[in-house]
């Protein structure tokens, strides 16, 4: 049973499309991540919720738009989808939330923006 | 300069070899994460560890608070040891802000 799942895994698509990455964990964690892993192998926070709200939004651009509808899924969606948008994203889940706790990564979903 | 800085960037290693990476961080913390990327792609967290020392298997993990400092060891290393090791800090605030390294690559030969 995957702890920590995103949907797609891989997403090919063209510039000025808007797509949705979906997250769902089973653990039971209040607190989702989302990270940006880019073409250097980078990692950067974007968002993390806590209980369904939202705690930070780490100057990211107003196209990408996180919902949680429950504390076990954060799904991310992105409008009009830009070059640079390329990238793979990992949701992750703790248990903490004021600092990190053991975090459990989802496999990444690789966007490619054409 | 980058808050977490790792060495090397790149390690190849002979099967069987004792492996060092290396973080040095320049910021406060509550607590340093060491994850493992698998060539394909997947994360998994290793060690969080916010003093002394923590073992798992073949792998140790050590932190110097004092230095800001922490080494990843890996002890008789294998062919499936190759990845990439990411070290991460976290500066214990709300929501979590993990700042990561760049990553070790990491390639041991049978």
């Known amino acids: 049973d995957t702890a920590v799942s995103q949907t797609p895994k891989y997403l090919v698509t063209q510039m000025g499309n808007d797509k949705s990455i979906k997250c769902e964990q089973n653990?039971?964690?209040?607190?989702m991540y989302w990270y940006k892993q880019d073409s250097k192998k980078f990692l950067k926070i974007m968002f993390s919720y806590n209980n369904k709200e939202l705690i930070i939004n780490e100057t990211v651009p107003n196209r990408f738009s996180p919902k949680s509808p429950d504390k076990a899924h954060l799904n991310l969606h992105i409008n009009s989808l830009e070059l640079g948008d390329s990238a793979v994203y990992f949701c992750?889940?703790?248990?903490?939330?004021f600092g990190t706790g053991e975090l459990f990564f989802g496999e990444g979903s690789r966007l490619t923006v054409l | 300069k980058n808050e977490v800085e790792q060495s090397p960037q790149n390690l190849t290693a002979q099967e069987g070899e004792f492996i060092t990476i290396n973080c040095s961080y320049s910021v406060g913390i509550s607590a340093l994460h060491w994850l493992q990327q698998h060539p394909g792609g997947g994360i998994v967290s290793l060690f969080m560890l916010s003093s002394g020392k923590k073992k798992h298997g073949r792998l140790i993990a050590t932190i110097n608070i004092q230095e800001k400092h922490s080494s990843l060891h890996i002890t008789a290393s294998h062919p499936r040891d190759s990845a990439v090791y990411i070290c991460?800090?976290?500066?214990?605030?709300?929501?979590?802000?993990?700042?990561f390294g760049e990553g070790t690559q990491l390639t041991v030969n049978p």
């Open positions: 991460a800090v976290d500066r214990g605030t709300s929501g979590s802000r993990l700042t």
């Open positions: 653990l039971g964690h209040d607190t």
């Open positions: 992750a889940s703790s248990q903490v939330w």
